[in-house]
């Protein structure tokens, strides 16, 4: 059983940076990329990034890009997000998430998804 627990989520002002953590348990962490992606009121979950399973490859969805960083410490089985120059669109319920098919190249969660999720950690940016 997989477990991944979010923290980090918080209010801040546009312009602003927050950095999220996400703790994974429950099987070997190192094996498998992770991902974040995030949910916006009314809208439908979207992918942010991913990484792989020894942290050489990173992908970020468009509307991140040059502003979010993914990135792992498999010795804590911790991934992060670090979030800066944050805008008021970037208000979402962000959700950890990894994945067993290793078949797939980091690019391709964007659009399979991944089949394992945190419960999400809340993230308003004020304008």
């Known amino acids: 059983q997989v477990q991944l627990v979010e923290t980090g989520g918080g209010l801040v002002q546009a312009g602003g940076s927050l950095r999220l953590s996400c703790a994974a348990s429950?099987?070997?962490?190192?094996?498998?990329?992770m991902g974040w992606f995030r949910q916006a009121p009314g809208k439908e979950r979207e992918f942010v990034a991913a990484?792989?399973?020894?942290?050489?490859?990173?992908y970020y969805a468009d509307s991140v890009k040059g502003r979010f960083t993914i990135s792992r410490d498999n010795a804590k089985n911790t991934v992060y997000l670090q979030m800066n120059s944050l805008k008021p669109e970037d208000t979402a319920v962000y959700y950890c998430a990894t994945d067993e098919r290793t078949y797939l190249g980091v690019s391709d969660y964007s659009r399979y998804g991944m089949n394992y999720w945190g419960k999400g950690t809340l993230v308003t940016v004020s304008s």
């Open positions: 429950g099987r070997t962490f190192s094996r498998y990329a």
């Open positions: 990484i792989s399973w020894s942290g050489g490859s990173t």
